[in-house]
């Protein structure tokens, strides 16, 4: 028993290799651990730490009427006993790509996760959704798993957590998905989400082909710039912005092929609000 505990503090003690049972942060892991089972069994949890994999309701709407099996969630872990991005400290309005590889990882990664919100139908639809976006903003990537008649899988994961990840996850799909037209947008996820670095907004959705780019001016963060790919879009930024977006609608600087630009007021579900 001491073995097995030494060795598996060992390996979560990233930043010291030669600590053991006994070294000052491995203590503080293991008090952490322990002081969360008992919040757990105790009926009394801390009211900002969720337990393991347990899903809960968020502020975050999915196209109206998604799938009643795939009802939006949030996939939130205990808080990593080695890293993690504080209060979204890390996050960029412009996002960065990933590689080839990364972003096949990162959407087995997201598909993965997704399984154990997903029905049975939605987990169909899930296998078959392929990878649309995978950026990077700071240590967080997010990736939108697409799929046929408007389906998304999208996860928002703090990467720089070294265990028990930090994430945000929805799926579903519009009731009533029609293919936008060249120029219109079809937003499906508008509005609050919660992980364990707070709260964030999000903006998702699907685009026509003419549409090359997105942004969103926030009054606190400034312009957010979405990642437009695979006929899809996604942009998120940290707080509480987008709360009522999903009920009054958000402007969005949308940019087409050939340059030209415009703003378009747009609501979940549909298209100009």
């Excluded at 002081?35 to 502020?59: M, Q, W």
């Excluded at 997201?110 to 139908?121: I, N, P, Y």
């Amino acid at each position: 028993m001491t073995t097995t505990l030494d060795s598996a503090l060992r390996r979560l003690d990233v930043a010291d290799p030669h600590a053991s049972a006994a070294s000052p942060r491995a203590q503080a892991d293991l008090a952490s651990i322990l002081g969360d089972a008992h919040c757990e069994h105790s009926g009394s949890p801390d009211p900002g730490l969720p337990s393991p994999r347990r899903r809960t309701v968020i502020r975050l709407a999915v196209g109206t009427g998604a799938v009643a099996a795939a009802t939006v969630g949030v996939f939130v872990a205990l808080p990593s006993l080695t890293g993690g991005d504080r209060a979204f400290a890390s996050w960029t309005g412009a996002p960065t790509g990933l590689t080839a590889s990364e972003a096949t990882q990162a959407g087995e990664r997201c598909r993965e996760a997704m399984l154990d919100g997903a029905g049975a139908d939605a987990s169909a639809q899930l296998a078959a959704a392929e990878t649309a976006i995978a950026e990077r903003r700071g240590t967080w990537t997010t990736v939108v798993l697409a799929g046929a008649d408007g389906f998304a899988a999208t996860c928002i994961t703090d990467d720089s957590t070294h265990l028990f990840r930090d994430m945000f996850g929805s799926i579903g799909a519009p009731a009533d998905h029609v293919e936008p037209t060249s120029r219109s947008i079809e937003v499906t996820d508008l509005g609050v989400g919660s992980a364990r670095a707070g709260d964030l907004s999000v903006a998702a959705g699907i685009v026509g082909a003419d549409v090359t780019g997105i942004s969103y001016h926030s009054a606190a963060r400034g312009d957010v710039a979405a990642t437009v790919s695979g006929g899809r879009f996604a942009l998120w930024l940290p707080g509480s912005e987008l709360e009522s977006a999903s009920r009054d609608g958000v402007e969005l600087t949308v940019t087409y092929a050939g340059g030209e630009t415009a703003v378009q007021r747009v609501r979940l579900g549909g298209g100009p609000a």
